[in-house]
C-alpha cells in the first residue's frame, strides 16, 4: 500500500526592515507579497507622500507614514532550521 506525500505549498516570503525617522527602533516584518511588489508599494507611497501599507505573514496590516521612513531593507526569507543535521 503507498501512501501518498502531502503537497507543501512554497510560498515565498519577504523580510522588509523598516527605520523609522526620529527612533532608535526598527520595525521587522515578514510578508507574502514578493520583493517587486514591496518595493513598488513603498516607491509609490514615497513618491505620493502617502502612507505605506504591508500585510505580514500572520495577516496584520502595518501603516508607516511615507515621511517618517528613513531607510528600507528588503530580502528573501529563509526557513529556519532546527536541529544540528545538514
Same mark, same amino acid.
Given at each position: 500500500m503507498a501512501t501518498a506525500k502531502a503537497s507543501v505549498k512554497s510560498t515565498s516570503r519577504t523580510e522588509v526592515k523598516i527605520g523609522i525617522s526620529d527612533s532608535t527602533h526598527e520595525i521587522n #516584518?515578514?510578508?507574502? !507579497?514578493?520583493?517587486? %511588489?514591496? #518595493?513598488?508599494?513603498?516607491?509609490e507611497a514615497i513618491k505620493s507622500s !502617502?502612507?505605506?501599507s504591508l500585510s505580514d505573514s500572520?495577516?496584520? %496590516?502595518?501603516?508607516v507614514p511615507a515621511n517618517k521612513i528613513s531607510y528600507i531593507e528588503i530580502g528573501e526569507s529563509i526557513d529556519r532550521r532546527v536541529g544540528f543535521a545538514n
Open positions: #516584518i515578514e510578508c507574502v !507579497s514578493t520583493q517587486s %511588489e514591496v #518595493i513598488a508599494k513603498v516607491n !502617502s502612507v505605506l500572520k495577516g496584520r %496590516e502595518l501603516l
